[in-house]
């Protein structure tokens, strides 16, 4: 698998980003911007999101796995729940304007060996308030595989992020060892939410990523990354939106085989490649 990382003199020069914040991100796995969303942006995205909360958002219990235990106690483990949605831009004319938001979409070509960039998917993942849903140690590759790390996970903050409500948390440059293999498995032998072992990978060992409302944090497909639970009475919004290169093929999981749109360049067309299908 190549590990797509090593900086190269186009990428030095940013359409969005400096030199120095295309290097932090090469070299962390990683990267906070502050400000990508105007205050008055972020207001519209947050009162989208309100709505799509309460009309099209399903709340369960989120990730399954023997990691609950380790990361809740008894009682918290029984009440944590998830508040989730795919594709937000299915429901929202602000969230289309977002995921397609040409700063965000420049910034991404900054990371992308200069682009062309592909929109891959979005996702809300809503921690509710007092037992909000923490997040084992992982990988995004385990959730939808690519074949190189030209992929990068943007967490659009709507609420401001610190430790008490689960900001976003990373192992450091831990995105140049590539994809890792996860726990797929409960200990009686039955599918669970991929995460890596709890007892080589902790949270205890990661930096902290707290964010403002309006902010981005970035981060590769196999930086490792996990958060604590919400212990405020408020909730902790975040979307994340997924952003390849079009020669980044996937070849497993979330959202695999349908087209994704260019948010940044042209679409090269291969030796006989042949246009995407109507249905
Ligand atoms: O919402 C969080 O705190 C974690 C998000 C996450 O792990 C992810 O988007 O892959």
Known sequence: MTIATALNPQRMRGNVLSPEQIAFYHAQGYLHIPGMFAPAETAELSDHLNWLIETWAMKDAGWTGPWRKKYMDAETEKKSKLIALHDLQYYSDAWARAVTNRKLAGAMADLLDGGPVELHHSTLHVKPPETGHPFPMHQDWAFYKHADGRYVDVLVHLDDTRHENGEIRFLAGSHKHGALEHVVKD????????????????????????????????????????????VTDQMRRLVRVGYKHPDNAQTEGQSKGRPSWMVWGRRERGEGQVQFPMA
């Open 187 to 230: 200990e009686d032998g039955k599918g669970c939410t991929p995460h890596l072992p709890t007892d080589k990978y902790r949270l205890e060992d990661t930096v902290a990523v707290p964010a403002k409302a309006g902010d981005v944090v970035v981060f590769n497909i196999f930086t490792i990354h996990g958060s604590h639970v919400n």
